[in-house]
């Protein structure tokens, strides 16, 4: 399980996007039967976002609606009464009339049938009569033979126009829609008419209709629907011609107008609009003289039921109930107005380069990003894919594939998501596991809100570095038993590490009685001087309290001496690969320690240098004690005691004192032993028990009697670390 998720830690941002990316290109090739039903369904959805547009004005419908069906009578109607229609639309100027309606039985009465014959024979229209191909043999219910089979496909031989193929030399078969049999209407009827259609349709496997066949075979012959007959004829017959490449149809090519199909010479339906779009008139009014004259004068008019009950419900991207007739409109507006849907051979490389940038620039993109911004920017991204779409879809009819290009950036956006999740937990839990030990729950929640201002490793900075000792502590080592001086440690630090984390520090490291603490890093505090001044005040003030309260439990009376020093130093991991921690290295984190240790020379708890003064100044009280070169150091530096904050009032004489003891620190630098003299005796009759200023004068006194050689610089020289 271990090796499981290093291996998955092991993948980076690439890998992933790379990983996403062939998946998606591998599924667009083989195709995912649900991916590709939702791909249909936006197909769909784009319809819907376009609107209807207008129909040609050279199409119309007489329609066999309820209010037909009330006033003539339930279908089927006697064929005489079609023969009406006929000679009516032929009067008044009908110039094609189709019929989306099969005429495959007998009338009752037999001249019924002779009267619509002679209606179509006679009519100055074109009328053309649809019929349906079986497109196999199980579809057939009763048995038929091969002699059949030729006799119904001579009734509606395609000899009767003329289809020109464009045989490519490598083609030996076009691969057209294959059919079985016809089934085609009474053979009076057909002998009546030069031509006949099919009007079978190939529905999705959603049942939504989208494509049509402009071409079927079958035996050795191609045949047309009733819609394209309808348009050629209406176009008054032009040149028509099958077009075929080295991949299959290209299209069907009528005249100067081209049909552009899928290989199978299928072409996509480009709907207008609902139900109704295209004018529909009640075969009722029209048999009763109800509808004005010239209405079907040189239009296309196409007959068939939409009164519900009597005509196949059929599924459009518009509608789940639409009219059979309606489609046939809607492929001759197609034909007339050169309006298509499209998807040529380019778009399939299309979507393979769509696939590939956007999973790319998704990869890229993310690991750049905030989460928010990587979620707006992928969003973004999502939105401008289906705006380009869906602008090639209604400005230009290009269908372009949305759901694989879509898939492959959410899954690549999710997959980076879900990674960077794994890996910044991962992060975030090393973070606060190596830290825990160290800063304050505030700090560490610092770090994991801005990462970026966390840098981990050695980093040159300038901090600030608190070291803080007992006093005596051997001492008391020796009076209480090892188990009783263990507990008093862990009561102390646990206090003195409440008040560094309080201001925000970072606890180095306990070495017998002596803590250490960092201000400053690893995070990034342009007060750190400050804070490790406060927290330095902080814990004594708490020791104090402490020393109260351990009174009662026999506890020692702690106390503690503090230095601290600020100044550009090394920080980060410092160990080996076997054990590493956090820390600083630098000679001013040893200036620190030195710091420490002069306390117990000047009688001090809080002794800072010079440097952490000058970022200090004017937040607390200061007081100059001297200038020391300590060992191990060449330069000197100015020793200070912190006092209090900035906003505490000293007592008067307090003041008055430590403004003495300024006047005689500046008297004894300049060798004026007397004058400095009297300036300490001023503070020791105000402050008895400052053992600073008794250390200064006792200097005094000596340099009275024996002054210094050569040129003095007034710096006292350290011996002790």
């Known amino acids: 399980m271990k090796r499981f998720l290093k291996n998955i830690f092991s993948i980076n941002s690439i890998s992933l996007t790379l990983c996403a990316t062939f998946l998606v290109v591998i599924l667009l090739l083989t195709g995912i039967p649900f991916l590709d039903l939702m791909e249909l369904k936006t197909y769909d959805l784009r319809f819907l976002s376009r609107g209807r547009l207008e129909p040609s004005p050279a199409i119309v419908m007489a329609v066999i609606d309820e209010k037909s069906l009330d006033t003539e009578g339930r279908w089927p109607w006697p064929r005489s009464k079609i023969a009406k229609l006929v000679d009516m639309l032929s009067q008044d100027g009908a110039k094609v009339i189709g019929f989306d309606i099969g005429f495959l039985e007998a009338d009752e009465n037999s001249h019924s049938d002779l009267a619509l014959a002679s209606a179509i024979k006679g ?77 079978n349709m190939l529905p999705d496997k959603d049942g939504v209709l989208r494509w049509m066949p402009i071409i079927i075979e079958c035996g050795e012959d191609i045949f047309p629907p009733l819609s394209l007959l ?21 299209g069907i090519q009528m005249g100067e107008r081209f049909i552009p199909t899928d290989e199978n010479g299928v072409m996509l339906i480009n709907y207008l609009g609902p139900p109704k779009t295209f004018p529909h008139f009640s075969i009722s009014d029209i048999l009763h003289g109800r509808i004005p004259d010239g209405t079907f004068k040189d239009k296309i008019v196409l007959v068939g039921p939409t009164a519900v009950g009597i005509y196949d419900l059929r599924n459009s991207p518009f509608s789940p109930i639409f009219p ?142 608190l070291f803080s000792d007992l006093e005596d502590f051997t001492t008391y080592s020796e009076r209480f038993p090892p188990n009783e001086m263990v507990n008093i440690l862990n009561d102390y630090f646990t206090e003195m590490t409440d008040q560094i984390f309080a201001y925000q520090g970072t606890l180095k490291e306990y070495v017998a009685d002596e803590v250490m603490a960092i201000f400053g890093a690893p995070l990034n505090q342009a007060d750190h001087a400050e804070k490790a001044c406060a927290a330095a005040l902080s814990m004594q003030e708490r020791l104090r309290s402490l020393r109260q309260e351990w009174s009662d439990m026999g506890r020692p009376a702690l106390r503690a001496r503090t230095g601290i020093n600020s100044g550009r130093m090394l920080a980060g991991n410092l160990g080996s690969t076997y054990r590493f921690s956090y820390g600083v290295l630098g000679d001013q984190v040893n200036l620190s320690s030195r710091l420490e240790g002069l306390n117990k020379l000047y009688g001090t708890e809080v002794l800072i240098g010079e440097n952490t003064a000058r970022l200090v100044e004017g937040s607390f009280i200061l007081r100059e004690l001297d200038q020391v070169r300590v060992k191990g150091k060449k330069k000197p530096v100015r020793v200070y005691e912190l006092v209090a904050r900035s906003e505490v009032s000293l007592p008067p004489d307090r003041e008055q004192a430590f403004s003495y003891y300024a006047a005689g620190l500046e008297a004894y630098r300049q060798q004026r032993w007397e004058q400095a003299l009297i300036n300490f005796k001023k503070v020791n009759k105000l402050w008895p028990e400052d053992k600073a200023n008794k250390l200064m004068a006792e200097r005094c006194q000596v340099y009275q009697r024996v002054p210094p050689k050569g040129e003095w610089d007034g710096i006292f020289r350290e011996r002790r670390k």
């Open 230 to 250: 309808c348009a050629w004829h209406y176009l008054d017959q032009p040149q028509l011609m099958v077009k075929v490449a080295a991949y299959g149809v290209e």
């Open 324 to 465: 059979g007739v309606e489609f046939h409109a809607t492929i001759i507006d197609n034909i007339l107005k050169q309006r298509f849907i499209n998807r040529p051979e380019w778009a399939r490389t299309f979507d393979l380069l769509a696939i590939i940038i956007l999973g790319v620039i998704t990869g890229m993109m993310l690991p750049r990003l905030s989460a928010l911004m990587g979620l707006f920017s992928a969003s973004g991204l999502f939105i401008l894919y289906i705006l380009i779409a869906r602008w090639l879809f209604v400005s230009f009819g290009i269908w372009l594939n949305i759901v694989y290009p879509l898939l492959v950036l959410s899954i690549t956006y999710s997959s980076l998501t879900v990674y960077h999740y794994m890996t910044e937990e991962r992060e975030r839990r090393k973070i606060k596991m190596a830290f825990s030990r160290y800063v304050s729950s505030s700090v560490i929640n610092e770090m994991l809100e801005n990462p970026k201002r966390l840098k981990l490793g050695g980093e040159e900075k300038v901090l600030t570095v």
């Open 123 to 199: 009519s100055s229209a074109m009328v053309i009569l649809g019929y349906f191909f079986h497109m196999s043999e199980d579809a057939l219910n009763y048995r038929i033979d091969k002699e059949e089979i030729d006799q119904r496909l001579e009734q509606i031989s395609p000899s009767k126009y003329p289809l020109i193929i464009y045989e490519d030399q490598n083609m030996e078969i076009f691969p057209f829609i294959k059919s079985f049999c016809p089934e085609v209407n009474l053979e009076i009827l057909t002998k009546a008419t030069k031509y006949s259609g099919y009007f």
